[in-house]
């Protein structure tokens, strides 16, 4: 199984909403990342999670925050979101936190 | 400057031909070089991993990496309408504070039209 699934696929929220993200993975993968990626550019790294342990955090808003339940398991927190906070959510994972990373399908966040 | 530089294009090819996609780097210390396929509104799939300076192949793909020339390329044979979409690459560091952290190109548009 070489694959990175995410839930909900599509979702809108208003901005005094709380919702979150899922990202599942059955690789193995010691490594877990969120990315955030607007229209026509290439996906920013928000988190980096290794061995379940929150390593990188690239100055993202406190109305994200990330959860790492399991070495299986990531989550992304949201809580009162702006517009500019639409955008496709990445989760990926790796074997390690160094080479590639496998993504998966996005979920798609409008706020409103 | 940025780290990576990738032409964004659009670059519009016939079916058949030879594609060839690039990117430079200013950053010696990367090791890992990927390239990724990117449809729309879908995530970015993993097409090629390289460690360090040499060539790949894959069926109809093949990465090159010049560390030398700080220089890589992802040649498509034999394009197909179904290869249209941005391709993305990909690079990053083993250890040092920015370990795990992917540094990414523009993305190059490819059409290839039938």
């Known amino acids: 199984d070489t694959e990175v699934t995410q839930t909900p696929k599509h979702l809108v929220m208003g901005m005094t909403n709380k919702k979150s993200l899922k990202c599942e993975q059955h690789m193995g993968h010691r490594a877990m990342y969120w990315y955030k990626q607007k229209a026509k550019k290439p996906p920013e790294l928000m988190f980096v999670?290794?061995?379940?342990?929150?390593?990188i955090n690239e100055s993202v808003p406190s109305r994200f925050s990330p959860e790492c339940p399991n070495s299986s398991l990531l989550n992304l927190h949201l809580h009162a979101l702006q517009p500019e906070d639409s955008a496709l959510y990445l989760c990926?994972?790796?074997?390690?936190?160094?080479?590639?990373?496998?993504f998966g399908p996005g979920t798609r966040l409008t706020v409103l | 400057q940025k780290e990576v530089e990738q032409d964004p294009g659009p670059l519009s090819v016939p079916e058949g031909a030879i594609v060839s996609l690039n990117c430079t780097y200013s950053n010696s210390a990367f090791q890992y070089f990927m390239w990724y396929r990117q449809y729309s509104r879908k995530g970015p799939e993993l097409l090629m991993y390289t460690y360090s300076s040499g060539n790949k192949e894959d069926g109809r793909f093949t990465a090159q990496v010049d560390k030398s020339s700080k220089y890589i390329s992802l040649f498509i044979r034999d394009s197909q309408p179904s290869d249209s979409a941005t391709y993305l690459c990909a690079m990053s560091r083993s250890g040092g504070t920015s370990y795990g952290k992917l540094t990414f190109g523009q993305g190059t548009i490819l059409t290839v039209h039938p």
């Open positions: 999670y290794s061995y379940e342990k929150l390593s």
């Open positions: 990926a994972s790796s074997p390690l936190a160094s080479g590639a990373q496998y």
